[in-house]
Nanobody, 116 residues
Framework: QVQLVESGGGLVQAGGSLRLSCSAS???????MAWYRQAPGNQRELVAKVSTVDTTVYADSVKGRFTISRDNANKKIFLQMNNLKPEDTAVYYC???????????WGQGTQVTVSS
């Protein structure tokens, strides 16, 4: 089972940018990779996902501001977050999924806090 470790979270002012990284312990070529987030009191929600052929899907709330990408050779996933808003504050989790949507692995999460 692939292990996932996120990094790059932190505190940023509204309008700023952050780049999250997710490093995998093994080959990720066969997985759909995704970023989820969970704010206090809320359910975990999908932020963005990228398929094995680089097809991307974004939550409506982040379209045009966030970009997901994958580097299969280096076993990494990225989430570039621009024009951050206070409502983007959450713990962000990296996720690996099988082709049928079943989860293969979760990372431990990284905190993103956006101040107004």
């Amino acid at each position: 089972q692939v292990q996932l470790v996120e990094s790059g979270g932190g505190l940023v002012q509204a309008g700023g940018s952050l780049r999250l990284s997710c490093s995998a312990s093994g080959i990720i070529l066969a997985y759909v990779m995704a970023w989820y987030r969970q704010a206090p009191g809320n359910q975990r929600e999908l932020v963005a996902k990228v398929s094995t052929v680089d097809t991307t899907v974004y939550a409506d709330s982040v379209k045009g501001r966030f970009t997901i990408s994958r580097d299969n050779a280096n076993k990494k996933i990225f989430l570039q977050m621009n024009n951050l808003k206070p409502e983007d504050t959450a713990v962000y989790y990296c996720n690996a999924m099988f082709w049928d949507g079943q989860t293969a692995s979760w990372g431990q999460g990284t905190q993103v806090t956006v101040s107004s």
